[in-house]
Each structure stands twice: as structure tokens, then as C-alpha cells.
């Protein structure tokens, strides 16, 4: 099969799991875990354990009334869900969901884009989300959202720099950009979240402020700007933008477990080429990743939400000079050699 | 393949960067450009420098455009109005400086012609190993003046947006 093909075939398998798979459980397992943390039962009714949950609201949501306020700007409404769905669909084909196999007698990575620029593709894809809160917020045309839309784009461009910062403090002892090489690091040194402790908690502080999830979710802060830059916005572009959102999440979970916890791979494995330990090595990831997702959903409902201020404070003079002393004392590591 | 490729994006760039200049909305000849700059990004991809291309959403798209919308949108900057006495003038302008720039660009495609790249493009040139081999040796000092430059510039803005404020504000900053 000619690499295009092969390409898109990986890609449209793991779009199909993230959008169809990834979302809907997630929805399930937020309501049930605020239940469990709130010492109350959560969904129970639709099918066994509530389980049908997101099937019932997917229907709802598509058998709403779709409403266009009168004074939008009808461009930019629109535009403004199917651009929250940009980083979601294109960020993740630079992380490998599996050990590489063999297909036809040569070696086939498990990525969608096995390219030179690897991670620094996922940055700048993942950077464009953006805008669809600049546009979901300017073309509501609605005071509440355009504050909302204004401070998640302020939000996200502040934790973007202290994310991209503890990326590249991975990046140095392994030499380059491709997460391949970063998993192959991984399998013959520890895992970096013991190696680079600063740097782990540096990403892991992003991570919640760029996928606006509490603490960080002042954008959607419910009690304070109604939906913040979602509140124009009903049926299924709202479901578009919290698809957007969990698929994210997902993605950057993957990002954390690629970069920090080993990927595919576990200590003191080695997998043959072969597809059941590629399917082996997806099983691994899948397991970081749904972790991840427990962690998310325990950090929400354990803290308060940050004040504006506060974020921006903690963004500029916290996360960014923590992220540039753990830049500098692995760079130095790695220049004595001890890395 | 990458001639309908490239056919594909050479036409949305151009259609989008007319966009960027003829609209009225600051707003939407904005968002023109972000497609603009992915086009030039995906020609980048093209011509062989990937990772110029990643660098070009990153950094120009993903950063300096959000800060344009930011600007125009926090200043509330409407749609442009021309009146009709002076649409005339622009237009007569603008071909005036149309035709200059079709001259120029004329003169210089034909001083280019027959001069072909000497050596093809090696690893040691387009991979990102080769690029930063260059910069942090042959290109040191242009590399470090443009970081002293960004610096100047990012500290004469704040300076100029200090001053902007109400005299009331500056006088209790004077005797702080």
C-alpha cells in the first residue's frame, strides 16, 4: 500500500475513536465522577449505569431548535464551532499510538505524519484554537460573550508559552523533534516524569489552562458569564464546541503520556513488529490516557476556580520562569553529560 | 499531484489576500489573512522547508494574527467608510502604485531569468539539523540582533502605550 493511503488510513481509525468513542464515554464518565466526588448518584436512568447518557443528549442536542440571534455576525457564528474542532482533527497525527509494525515486508510507523517537525506540528495546530473563541465570542455579538472569548484567547496564549517551554526541555536530551524518539528515550532511561519533575508539573498546569478546564475554565466560568463565549450558542454548535473540547483534552493526554510517561511503551518490554503488540502497545496508551482523563475530572471537581488575575499572574510569573529554570538546568544536565 | 496542489492553494491565497485588502471589516480581512498565511504555509511545505511551515502557523498564525484581532477588536474597530469624492482619488492612486509594482516586479523577473539554483538542495540545507547548524554559527550575530530588535520594539510599544493613558494617571504614577 503507497504511504498515502497508509496514512489516512491511521488517520480516519483514530479520528473514529476520538469523536466516536473518546467523547461520548467522556461525557459519561465526568457525570458519573462529579456524582462520585459530590457523594451523589448521577445518571442511572438511560440504560444500565447511565451508560445510553450521551446517546440521550447527542439526540436532544440534534432535535433542538437551531437558533441564530438576529444581530450575529452571521460569518463568524458559524465559523466559530467548526474551527473549535481544528486543533482537535489535526493535532494528534504526530503522536504514536503504537509500537511500529510490519506491513509488507517494511517497518511502518504507528503515526499518521512521521515528520521531521513532530512536535513543534502539534504546537502550531493546537495553537490555531484560538481562534474559534475569538470568533465564537466577536460573532455572538453579546457583551458576556465577548469578555468570555476575550480572556480564554488571553488564557491560552499565556499557558501556551509555558507548555511550549517545558516541551522543549523534554526535546533536549532526546535531540529531536519526532515523538518516536522521544518513546525510545524513554525506553532506555526512566520515564520523564522523574526525570524532568518541574517540567511535568509545568505541562500538567498548561494542560488544564488549554483545554479551559477547572481551574482554569474562567471562559465558561457558568455561575459568573453565563456560558462565556459559548451562551449564543445552542443544539448542535454547542455540542461542537465541548466535542472540541473533551477531543482536546484526549489529545493532550496523549501528548503528556507521549512525552512524560513513556507512550506506548512500559519498562522492560520490548514488542516484535507484529499487530497484536501494536494493538498491545494502543492498549498501554489508551490506559495513560484514560488516567489522564480520571485526573481531569478529579481536579474539577476538587478546586475552585482562578480569577482572572490570579490566572495571569500564576501564567506570567509563576509557570513561565519555572519553565525557563527547568530549560536551563536540563540544558546544563545535558551539556555535562549526565542526561 | 502537487501541481493540483499547489494550483489548488496558489488561487485561495490569492483570493483571500484580495479579501484581506478590499474588505471593509478590519474583522474579517483579519481572518482572510489566517488563511492567507496557511496557504503561504502549505506552499512553504511544497518547496521543500516543512519546518518553515510549522513555524509560519505557529508562530505568525497562532500568535501575531490572535494579537492583531485582539487589538482590533479591544479598540472596537468598525467597518471602513470611504466616501465617494475620495473612493475616486484612491482608486486612481492605487493604479498608479499598481503599475509601479507590476514595472518593478517586471524588471526583476527578467533580470532573474536563466539564473537557476547553482547546487541542489542538500540535507545539510533544508533539514532542521542543517538550518540550526547555520544559524548558531555562520548567522550568530543577524540571529541575536533581531532577538536585540524584537526587544526594542516590545519596549517602545509599552513605553508608548503608557503615555497614551490620562494625564491624571501619570501624575499619581510621578509621585508614587
Not at chain 1, 535531540?175 to 524518539?181: I, P, R, T, V
Not at chain 2, 489573512?33 to 521543500?48: I, N, S, Y
Amino acid at each position: 500500500m503507497s504511504t498515502e493511503v497508509l496514512a489516512l488510513a491511521k488517520y480516519l481509525v483514530v479520528v473514529a475513536v476520538l469523536l466516536g468513542l473518546v467523547t461520548p464515554l467522556m461525557v459519561w464518565v465526568e457525570r458519573r465522577g462529579m456524582a462520585l466526588i459530590q457523594d451523589r448518584r448521577g445518571p442511572n436512568r438511560v440504560g444500565p449505569l447511565g451508560l445510553l447518557q450521551s446517546l440521550a443528549d447527542g439526540l436532544k442536542f440534534i432535535f433542538k431548535e437551531d437558533i441564530i440571534p438576529a444581530s450575529a455576525d452571521k460569518l463568524m457564528y458559524l465559523l466559530g464551532p467548526v474551527l473549535a474542532l481544528v486543533p482537535a482533527l489535526t493535532t494528534f497525527v504526530v503522536i504514536p499510538f503504537a509500537p511500529p509494525v510490519e506491513i509488507d515486508g517494511s517497518l511502518v510507523e504507528m503515526v499518521v505524519v512521521p515528520g521531521e517537525a513532530g512536535v513543534l506540528v502539534f504546537l502550531a495546530m493546537a495553537s490555531l484554537g484560538v481562534y474559534a473563541l475569538v470568533t465564537a465570542g466577536y460573532g455572538s455579538n453579546n457583551k458576556y460573550s465577548s469578555m468570555g472569548s476575550v480572556r480564554a484567547a488571553a488564557q491560552l496564549i499565556s499557558y501556551e508559552l509555558a507548555l511550549a517551554l517545558a516541551v522543549l526541555a523534554v526535546l533536549l536530551p532526546v535531540g529531536s523533534f519526532e515523538l518516536a524518539s522521544v518513546i525510545e528515550y524513554q525506553r532506555s532511561h526512566f520515564w520523564n516524569a522523574l526525570l524532568q519533575l518541574p517540567g511535568f508539573f509545568v505541562f500538567l498546569v498548561a494542560m488544564f489552562a488549554e483545554t479551559n478546564r477547572l481551574p482554569f475554565d474562567l471562559p465558561e466560568a457558568e455561575s459568573e458569564l453565563v456560558a462565556g463565549y459559548a451562551t449564543e450558542y445552542g443544539s448542535m454548535k454547542f455540542a461542537l464546541f465541548f466535542m472540541g473540547e473533551y477531543a482536546n483534552m484526549a489529545i493532550l493526554s496523549g501528548l503528556m503520556a507521549t512525552l512524560y510517561l513513556g507512550g506506548w511503551s512500559l519498562p522492560g518490554w520490548s514488542p516484535e513488529p507484529v499487530w497484536i503488540d501494536a494493538l498491545l502497545g494502543a492498549g498501554v496508551l489508551a490506559a495513560k490516557i484514560a488516567l489522564m482523563m480520571c485526573v481531569f475530572v478529579w481536579v474539577r471537581f476538587s478546586f475552585p476556580r482562578f480569577r482572572y488575575d490570579q490566572l495571569m499572574r500564576l501564567g506570567w510569573k509563576f509557570l513561565l520562569p519555572l519553565a525557563l529554570v527547568n530549560l536551563l538546568v536540563v540544558s546544563a544536565l545535558v551539556v555535562w553529560g549526565i542526561y | 499531484m502537487s501541481i493540483a496542489v499547489f494550483a489548488i492553494f496558489a488561487v485561495l491565497t490569492l483570493a483571500f489576500a484580495i479579501v484581506v485588502v478590499a474588505h471593509p471589516d478590519p474583522v474579517k480581512s483579519t481572518m482572510s489573512m489566517v488563511v492567507v498565511l496557511f496557504c503561504l504555509a502549505v506552499h512553504f511545505v511544497l518547496l521543500g522547508a516543512p519546518f518553515v511551515a510549522t513555524l509560519q502557523v505557529l508562530l505568525y498564525t497562532g500568535a501575531i494574527l490572535v494579537l492583531f484581532l485582539f487589538v482590533i477588536m479591544l479598540l472596537n474597530l468598525q467597518r471602513e467608510h470611504v466616501p465617494a469624492t475620495q473612493g475616486v482619488t484612491q482608486r486612481w492612486v492605487a493604479l498608479l502604485g499598481a503599475s509601479f509594482f507590476a514595472g518593478f516586479l517586471g524588471m526583476l523577473l527578467w533580470q532573474a531569468q536563466g539564473s537557476a539554483l547553482e547546487e541542489p538542495l542538500t540535507e545539510g540545507f533544508t533539514s532542521i539539523r542543517g538550518l540550526a547548524e547555520i544559524l548558531f554559527t555562520d548567522y550568530l550575530l543577524p540571529f541575536e540582533m533581531v532577538g536585540l530588535l524584537l526587544l526594542v520594539a516590545v519596549v517602545a510599544a509599552a513605553m508608548l502605550a503608557r503615555q497614551l493613558g490620562p494625564p491624571g494617571d501619570t501624575a499619581e504614577e510621578e509621585r508614587r
